[in-house]
T-cell receptor, first 116, second 114 residues
Framework: NAGVTQTPKFQVLKTGQSMTLQCAQD?????MSWYRQDPGMGLRLIHY???????DQGEVPNGYNVSRSTTEDFPLRLLSAAPSQTSVYFC???????????????FGQGTRLTVV | AQSVTQLDSQVPVFEEAPVELRCNYS??????LFWYVQYPNQGLQLLLK??????LVKGINGFEAEFNKSQTSFHLRKPSVHISDTAEYFC????????????FGEGTQLTVNP
């Protein structure tokens, strides 16, 4: 089982550049979400989706865009990277309560992004 | 709104000693509680979760946690730690039983020394 797959694993960007972090899951999960992890701050929710075509903002959405055209994929876009976006990004997926016996969020391995 | 506070940022212990990692939460609604572990340069792995029922929850790798509603706490314990338990541990809450939108604590770095 592949689970949740994130690409790339590492990325260095210059300030102002744009890029897309990819996230794919093969568990047919409805929920998908993006978190960023910064030292001493735990993980904070950026954006999430409850199904294809439906997205919403989390705690720290500024500077990021998302879309959900398929159940499997949930890309995160940085339109104009800033040094404050240097972080480790995690994608997670989970099933709708009551529609799966495995009720937990599965996380990808993370993308380490540095903006210089 | 909900929040999670992990009371210790770093916990050093010796191998085979017991350990407790403390977690307090606040929420205006009922929440579900989770502990995740993160080994170096890896993603997060679920240790255990409290959804309902017995307040003592057992998880993987010999860890357990006790939900205390009156004290709004969900402390993680292990009676005897191993070197391989060295990792960062995160307490998290969610309004959804599937943990779809998690609010995390700041994390506790557990270091097990020989």
């Amino acid at each position: 089982n592949a689970g949740v797959t994130q690409t790339p694993k590492f990325q260095v960007l210059k300030t102002g550049q744009s890029m897309t972090l990819q996230c794919a899951q093969d568990m047919n999960h409805e929920y998908m979400s993006w978190y960023r992890q910064d030292p001493g701050m735990g993980l904070r929710l950026i954006h999430y989706s409850v199904g294809a075509g439906i997205t919403d903002q989390g705690e720290v959405p500024n500077g990021y865009n998302v879309s959900r055209s398929t159940t499997e994929d949930f890309p995160l876009r940085l339109l104009s990277a800033a040094p404050s976006q240097t972080s480790v990004y995690f994608c997670a997926s989970s099933s709708i309560p009551g529609q799966g016996y495995n009720t937990e969020a599965f996380f990808g391995q993370g993308t380490r992004l540095t903006v210089v | 709104a909900q929040s999670v506070t992990q009371l210790d940022s770093q916990v050093p212990v010796f191998e085979e000693a017991p350990v407790e990692l403390r977690c307090n939460y606040s929420s205006s609604v009922s929440v579900y509680l989770f502990w995740y572990v993160q080994y170096p340069n890896q993603g997060l792995q679920l240790l255990l979760k409290y959804l309902s029922g017995s307040t003592l929850v057992k998880g993987i790798n010999g860890f357990e946690a006790e939900f205390n509603k009156s004290q709004t706490s969900f402390h993680l314990r292990k009676p005897s730690v191993h070197i391989s338990d060295t990792a960062e541990y995160f307490c998290a809450v969610s309004e959804s039983v599937s943990g779809s939108r998690l609010t995390f604590g700041e994390g506790t770095q557990l270091t097990v020394n020989p």
